[in-house]
Structures are given as structure tokens and as C-alpha cells.
């Protein structure tokens, strides 16, 4: 790609253009590693994202509601992997970008499409988890299959909306050099943007689990003094229990995914900010990494997702799991 040239010359993107970029210089062993590394990441990703996919579509005893919203969650981040990962890891490698404008447009586009989406579906399961520990009656009436896939379409939908409207309203930076791909928001559009796409949705999800945890607490609590009164346990005290479990560990997926997104926008909000130094990728790569270490909570603490493994990597089992 780049023009190979001695260790005492400048290296360019495009050596035949005369505004050019720069390019990093790299050593061969620099390189293998860094394409290593982040070629197992992107692989990792889609892999064990594609097993969530499989594990709910195929198993018609995992088609739940609470589980659509996770299908929906590991969709997204199938497709980090699968696009973002790869093109972002050449584009940090090389420091420079080889695909030219329109490719660099789209790569921007879907980068936030699916960033947004990720965060509405956990708004989503945040409302699906508050129902069904704070209302379980009203559960089964409230949250069905036919409204929670309405609401999924929905989410994707508004991302596509949201992403296509705030890139056509923005101007895009006048490139410094030929070789690189950012793309510049104006102050104000950064800040109805952290609104809308982060300081919202996640005071929205962080009160609607603060609601979860406390009621759960509570219900956990009744539970106990039965249990060592002696009292025998009704159908509806298990199932909260089993709910509050289920929360607990849809939480830790949400303040995972809050830890590697709040530094990021953090340096949104610094004026003038483009995504090149050392701090900024990897703050970037945080968001990127958060799609991979989803399927592991779901390996740790879910175990119908650890049997669904074992069936589909068995294929002799599978169709009959079914």
C-alpha cells in the first residue's frame, strides 16, 4: 500500500500525490503483532456473538422476550466485529486510510449506527428487567414477543434515522492531507449529540436500575425470612428471585458497557479533538472491545447460553435440541 522507502526518508500514504499523509513508521514485527492481535479480536467478536445468534434463534425455549432484546444487542455487536474492527484496526496499523472518501462516509455512518443501537437496545432491556422485577404481575401482559420485536425494529429504525440526519447536517472537515478519514461535528451538534446518544439513555437505564436493585433487594429480603422461618416457597417467590438474579446480571453488562463508553465521550467533549493520538484510539477501542466481552457475561452467568454451546458445537445434537 504505503511507498516503501529507507529508514532515513519520509514515508507517504500515496507517494505519487503530492498532499499525501505521512505514514507511521513501522517495523515488519510491529506490524505481525498488531495484525495479529486485532484480526483475533475481530474474529473473537463475531464468533461468539454469532454463537449468542444461533444459541436464541435455533432454541425455541430461549425465545423470550428478554432474550430477543439480547439478540438484538449481539446483532450489533456481531457487526462491529465483523466491519468496524477490521477497517478501524487497518486504519490505526497503517495511519492512513486506503478506501477512499465514499468508503470512509459509510465507515462513519455505520460506526454510529451501531454505537447508537447497542445503547438503545440496553435502554430496552433496562425497561424489559424494571418490569419484570418491579411489576412480575403485569409482566406477562406488559412485555410480550410481538411488542418487544416492535420495539427492537423501532430502535433500529430511530438509530438509522438519528445517524442518517446528524451526518448529512454536518459538514465534513476538509481533509489536512490525502490519506486520512475524520469527520468533524460543529460544538453544538456535539452536544445534542452526547445528549440525545449518551447523557439520556443512560440516565434513563442507571434510574430504571437503581429502581431494579432496590426492589430486588427488598423481594430478596422477604424471600430470606421465609426460608429460615421454615415457610414453604411459592411459585411467584422463586420466579422474582430468578428475575432479580437475571437483572443483577444484566446490570453488570450495563456498567461494563458505561465503562468503556464514558471515556469516549469524554474526549468528544474536548474542542477540536480528531481521533489520531495514542489516548484517543484507545479510548475509541474500548467501545470496540465492549462487543466481544458481552458473549463472555453470557458464558460466566447465564447457563442456558453455556448448553447452547455444547449442542451447537456437538451438530450431531443440535437438531434435536431444537
Sequence with gaps: MAHKTEDHETQY????????CIKTKRSKHEYNIMYMFFSLLSVWTVLLNLLVIISISHFKKLHTPTNM????????????GLTIMPLEAIRFIETCWYFGDTICRLFILIMGLLI??????????AVDRCVAVCHPLLYPQKITMTRTIIMIYVSWFWSSAYNISVFI?????????YGECTFMYTFTLTIIDLFLSFLLPCVVIITLYLRI?????????????LMRSGKHLTEGSVRRKSESKAARTLGIIVTVYLFCWIPYYSLTLT??????????????????????????????????????????????????AA
Design 13 to 20: 500514504c500515496f507517494p505519487a500525490i503530492n498532499s499525501s
Design 69 to 80: 432484546l439480547i439478540l438484538s444487542l449481539a446483532v450489533a455487536d456481531l457487526l462491529v
Design 116 to 125: 447508537c443501537t447497542s445503547l438503545s437496545n440496553l435502554v430496552l432491556i
Design 169 to 177: 447536517t454536518t459538514s465534513q472537515s476538509k481533509f489536512t492531507c
Design 213 to 225: 436493585f432496590y426492589v430486588a433487594h427488598q423481594q430478596v429480603k422477604v424471600i430470606n425470612s
Design 271 to 320: 474542542p477540536n479533538t480528531r481521533m489520531t493520538s495514542i489516548i484517543a484510539y484507545v479510548m475509541l477501542w474500548m467501545l470496540y472491545i465492549n462487543s466481544g466481552v458481552n458473549p463472555l457475561i453470557y458464558a460466566i452467568f447465564y447457563p442456558w447460553f453455556r448448553t447452547s454451546v455444547k449442542h451447537i458445537l456437538n451438530l450431531s445434537k443440535i437438531f434435536k
